[in-house]
């Protein structure tokens, strides 16, 4: 079995990368670190390797060399190889999903790998996988929770459990295809010799020619201008909206700074107050129970 | 079917609705909701699309919204890639201004899909909308929110975003005309690849605290470890979870997992009950965002009785056994109805 695990770079906690003078990007002296859902999906991959012996595991990045250190993160914990995608031309791209996708299924379709699996972490920003799909037109499973081998050998069938917002589904999906995982295990920790096996391995590059794709291409493929990017505001409000539960503790403990709301204290009879609260929990839940 | 002007289109807003059932969720209504304050700028119209096989309480649901156009693309499976493979000719063809979604797991997978198909830019997780002569500035969150970009489209006539749950609200409308249906009716030849084995509805009870609508949470005033089966009861009946304040998980009563304050889960449920709680303020701090919140306590001076929507002074242990049978008694009630109604259909 061949398994492919699409990963990201992410800036590193604490680090605020909002150039508030120019609005844009600063990443200098940015440090960086793997994206929670790839690892959730790296640990999956490497679960399924586990379980199918003679299977082969390869991460694959796209970004400058300083991607190489996330690549050599996962080849510690297990991954066999590792390809970094990258060109020159990319430098002063900011690559939108749809083109990562384009990468990726043109390094499928280039030779370079082959795959009877591709993971990738998922979360509910991410579409590369669903670009990739449309694109290389094989089955796809987003929101996934759980992976394992249904036939054993892992060649031909997976079955997969997928988290929608109301149910959870079963799948049964067909090699080749995508998984796209949101949830599962954390990624185990590394040995210290496997830390150092792995930064001394050799990382593939791939560039744009390899991939039979040029660079103005790829870039004809963004659709969105960007007008500016700033930091967010923040949601913890010092002075929370009137009426809301978080006023009213400010009113309590800071002593009457919020409002104070429609608050409503009931003391009658057992049965009166049970119709009374279900009435008003009929309300809060839109209708759960009617219907 | 109804003929409407093509033409139009061009200056429309489609929302997306989740109603595989006939019904539109709350965020789809959300969503009509904001599409109409944008579309008021600019003198457009805002249609919803459903994939809906029946029209159900579409009409009136969009009526009470005031969102007086139905596009419906009936769907005879509930696969992503079908009704991507419906919608796409559509949106190409008449080119609606923004196409909205709500980000779903279903919503973003059929968004970037139509995105793909049409080369028309998508935006996700988008928390804002304003416009800017006329094109369509989105504003998204970036970097799990430690930045957001203000991003907008050049030369695309159609924009789609995904919106995250809970952002707007559904505004009721004073606007009752007639609601306008045109069926659409096209051939998928999308070839399913994927085999559901099983579906099963999410049970609270195995999630995590943080991701449930309903949390029945109880302190020390429930008494002791056999005083929480009526707590798990409730929650059951109200598919929800049990948690609880510091004191309680300490005695061993319930496990860690469920402790919701400053030192456990931080919660913003849809419901919160706090049974027995009294309301510390370490426990306060991680559960006053929910929407609403129930408290049932014997002291109505308790601090809780100021953080919630509507306090019960009284024995917790007489009132959640009678709240658990009106609960139970309202939904056969709804079953029967329901069971009536399908027979008078049928």
Not at chain 1, 37 to 57: F, I, M, T
Not at chain 2, 152 to 162: D, K, V
């Amino acid at each position: 079995m061949k398994i492919l695990v699409y990963v990201r770079q992410i800036f590193g906690a604490g680090f605020n990368p909002v150039d508030p003078v120019n609005k844009c990007i600063n990443d200098q002296g940015a440090w960086f670190q793997h994206h929670p859902k790839d690892e959730r999906a790296v640990e999956q991959a490497l679960r399924l390797k586990d379980a199918v012996p003679g299977s082969e595991l390869t991460v694959v990045g796209i970004g400058p060399e300083r991607v190489e250190a996330d690549l050599r993160g996962y080849l510690s914990v297990g991954a066999d190889k590792a390809i970094r995608i990258w060109d020159d031309a990319l430098e002063d791209m900011q690559l939108e999903d749809c083109m990562c996708a384009t990468l990726l299924e043109a390094l499928l379709r280039s030779g370079e790998i082959t795959c009877d699996w591709l993971l990738c972490g998922d979360d509910e920003m991410s579409t590369v996988a669903i670009h990739l799909a449309e694109l290389s037109k094989r089955p796809l499973a987003t929101a996934v929770s759980g992976v394992a081998s249904l036939d054993g050998d892992g060649e031909g069938l997976l079955r997969v459990k997928r988290r929608l917002e109301k149910s959870t589904l079963t799948l049964a999906l067909s090699a080749p295809a995508i998984v796209a995982v949101e949830r599962g295990d954390a990624l185990r920790y590394p040995k210290h010799s496997d830390r150092l096996r792995a930064s001394q391995q050799d990382i593939g590059v791939v560039a744009l020619e390899s991939l039979g794709l040029a660079a103005q291409g790829l870039r004809d493929k963004r659709r969105l201008q960007v007008d500016a990017i700033t930091s967010p505001k923040p949601t913890r409000k010092i002075f929370p909206a009137q009426g809301s539960g978080s006023s009213r503790v400010v009113d309590l403990y800071l002593g009457g700074v919020g409002g104070g709301g429609n608050k409503q204290i009931v003391e009658d009879s057992v049965d009166n107050m049970a119709e009374l609260v279900v009435e008003k929990i009929d309300r809060a839940t839109h209708g759960g129970l009617s219907s | 079917m109804t003929e409407l002007s093509q033409s139009s289109a061009a200056g429309q807003i489609w929302v997306v609705l989740d109603s595989a059932t006939g019904k539109a969720d709350t965020s789809s209504l959300a969503l009509l909701s904001e599409a109409r304050r944008l579309a008021a700028y600019r003198q457009l119209d805002v249609q919803a699309v459903s994939f809906s096989k029946e029209q159900g309480e579409l009409r009136q649901q969009l009526q009470a919204v005031g969102i007086n156009k139905l596009l419906m693309l009936p769907q005879s499976n509930s696969d992503v890639t079908s009704a991507a493979a419906l919608l796409a000719p559509v949106v190409a063809e008449r080119a609606p201004k923004l196409l909205l979604f709500a980000a779903t797991v279903t919503g973003r997978e059929i968004a970037a899909r139509v995105s793909g198909r049409t080369d028309a830019p998508l935006v996700t997780c988008a928390t804002w909308f304003q416009w800017r002569e006329d094109k369509m500035v989105v504003t998204q969150s970036l970097f799990q929110g430690r930045a957001s970009q203000r991003v907008y489209s050049e030369n695309s006539a159609t924009t789609i975003a995904t919106v995250q749950d809970k952002i707007y609200l559904p505004i009721q409308a004073a606007n009752n005309a007639e609601v306008v249906v045109e069926i659409l009716t096209a051939e998928t030849v999308e070839e399913q690849r994927i085999k559901v084995l099983c579906e099963a509805i999410n049970i609270a009870a195995e999630l995590a605290l943080d991701e449930v609508d309903v949390i029945v949470a109880g302190g020390m005033g429930v008494g002791s470890a056999e005083g929480f089966d009526q707590l798990h009861k409730l929650a059951t009946a109200l598919n929800g979870r049990v948690g609880a304040s510091r004191r309680v998980t300490d005695q061993g009563w319930v496990a860690i997992d469920n402790l919701v304050g400053q030192t456990g889960t931080v919660v913003s449920p849809t419901l919160y009950i706090a049974c027995g709680i009294s309301g510390a303020p370490q426990h306060l701090i991680g559960m006053c965002d929910s929407e609403t919140i129930i408290a049932i306590n014997t002291d109505r001076n308790a601090p809780i009785s100021q953080v919630a929507d509507l306090m019960l002074v009284g024995d917790l242990h007489e009132i959640i056994p009678r709240m658990i049978e009106v609960i139970e008694a309202r939904k056969r009630k709804t079953t029967q109805l329901q069971i009536a109604q399908k027979e008078a259909c049928g």
